[in-house]
């Protein structure tokens, strides 16, 4: 199955950066989705991302708070713009694992905005 | 909304017990998989049920698949400290999108 490296592993920011999450596979991979994992909370979708086109959002995220490069078929980049506070969480990236049906997962991104 | 409603959320056992855990939807699901996260770790997965009324075994841990398609659960036996970690159950819709549960953080104690 695909290999994520993502990072950085963890960072702290002060409000009103941004920020800037890399996932690395080690195959190519049409579609990368990326998550958030609110503090003690489980994982919601934030965007798929498509090599050659624009991202996906879901509902509640839009592409000028979390704008998403996916220049090629290996990487993809998340932003996270202008922070608050209310942006401290658990970024992941993940693409399908080719096996069982089920997705690969880095080991994600702790951001925490002071 | 999609929405996939996983119960318990918290549950802290003594080694040895049994457990089970739910999740449940109004929503058919083209499969279901189960994860379970560490600390500072992306989800793993576990197992993935495609067809309504499949069980699955892994080594303790038993997964059921709804006959509706809607509803799944992970039984564990005998449970091990090193069972301990927070379990996601997930709703695969097409093309890729997985819905999670709100997970179920298991504390097993020696």
């Known amino acids: 199955s695909a290999v994520i490296s993502q990072k950085p592993s963890r960072d702290i920011c002060q409000r009103g950066t941004s920020l800037t999450i890399q996932c690395q596979v080690d195959s190519q991979v049409t579609m990368m989705f990326w998550y958030r994992q609110q503090p003690g909370q489980s994982l919601t979708l934030i965007a798929t991302a498509n090599q050659g086109s624009e991202a996906t959002y879901e509902s509640g995220f839009v592409i000028d708070k979390f704008p998403i490069s996916r220049p090629n078929l290996t990487f993809s980049t998340l932003t996270v713009s202008n922070m608050s506070p209310e942006d401290s969480s658990i970024y992941l990236c993940?693409?399908?694992?080719?096996?069982?049906?089920?997705?690969?997962f880095g080991s994600g991104t702790r951001l925490t905005v002071v | 909304t999609q929405l996939l409603e996983q119960s318990p959320q918290f549950l802290s056992i003594q080694e040895g017990e049994n457990l089970t855990v739910y999740c449940n939807s109004s929503?058919?699901?083209?499969?279901l998989q189960w994860y379970r996260q560490e600390p500072g770790e992306g989800p793993v997965l576990l197992v993935t049920?495609?067809?309504?009324?499949e069980v699955k075994k892994l080594k303790r841990l038993t997964f059921q698949f709804g006959d509706a398609r809607k509803d799944s659960s992970l039984h564990i036996t005998a449970a091990q400290p090193g069972d301990t970690g927070l379990y996601l159950c997930a709703g695969a819709f097409p093309p890729g999108k997985l819905i999670f549960g709100q997970g179920t953080t298991l504390q097993v104690k020696p």
């Open positions: 049920v495609v067809t309504g009324g």
């Open positions: 929503s058919v699901f083209s499969s």
């Open positions: 993940s693409v399908a694992s080719g096996f069982d049906y089920g997705y690969t």
